[in-house]
């Protein structure tokens, strides 16, 4: 895939969540679903990304932090918090890529496997931030706040598909992204235009950052990589929508 085509991927994605968000109590068991799908597309695609050794067992400890994440946000017990039950899964996930290069019959690029490995259960894992976020802006009546950021995310997302050069791309995204966050933040949810703005324009600035950094791979045009270059960025904002959650009156 090009560019053009990897960015409406990324955009489709964050829409989705955008729609999920509106769908009352039932959306933080829609947003696990769709966050289990983005983990899988992030394991699926990480070994071919970083060109990993070994990439079986890469995709299997990705996606397996990404998926079991979703899981225990919706499915923990009472006396484990999800966002602690997250930190457990990530450090299995850890755990997990060590036992991977200990039983591999090949052994060349232990290092880079490794650090490869452990990146992705980190990315994959912390996808789920949106399901905490989610869930606790249903108790709150706020889930407006997570529809203008993940509406934000997607109009970041579908302005990198644009053939500018990179930095006048990166900028216009930027704008956008910031832009539509801010106008949906301060309609739907009431908030004030300057915090509405910081709000998108870290959205907008860490997803183009991580949109950039995942794209600059060499093969990250190819077919099965660029799928974790459109779902690498919707994963990590996710960190946002449950800091403004947390973080919001």
Do not use: Y
């Amino acid at each position: 895939m090009t560019v053009p085509e990897r960015a409406p991927l990324g955009a489709a994605l964050a829409l989705l969540l955008a729609v999920v968000s509106l769908t009352g109590a039932l959306s933080p068991v829609l947003m696990a679903a769709s966050l289990a799908l983005l983990a899988l597309l992030i394991g699926i695609a990480w070994p071919g990304l970083l060109e990993l050794p070994s990439p079986g067992g890469t995709r299997a400890v990705v996606a397996g932090t990404g998926i079991v994440a979703t899981l225990v946000t919706v499915l923990s017990p009472e006396r484990i918090t999800p966002i602690s039950g997250v930190v457990m899964v990530c450090a299995s996930g850890v755990l997990a890529a060590f036992v991977h290069q200990m039983v591999r019959a090949e052994r060349r690029d232990l290092t880079a496997s490794l650090t490869g490995t452990v990146a992705g259960v980190f990315v994959a894992g912390i996808s789920a931030c949106w399901i905490i976020a989610q869930s606790a802006a249903v108790e709150a009546g706020t889930t407006t706040m997570i529809t203008a950021i993940a509406a934000g995310l997607a109009a970041t997302l579908l302005v990198n598909s644009t053939p500018l050069p990179q930095m006048p791309r990166f900028l216009l995204s930027a704008l956008t992204g910031v832009g539509v966050t801010m106008v949906l933040a301060v309609s739907l949810a009431g908030l004030g235009a300057a915090l509405a703005a910081a709000i998108g324009l870290v959205t907008a600035i860490g997803a183009s950052c991580a949109h950039l950094l995942t794209g600059s791979s060499l093969v990250a045009k190819e077919p099965v990589p660029s799928l974790a270059v459109a779902a690498v960025p919707v994963a990590t904002v996710g960190v946002v929508a449950h800091l403004v959650v947390v973080l919001l009156p």
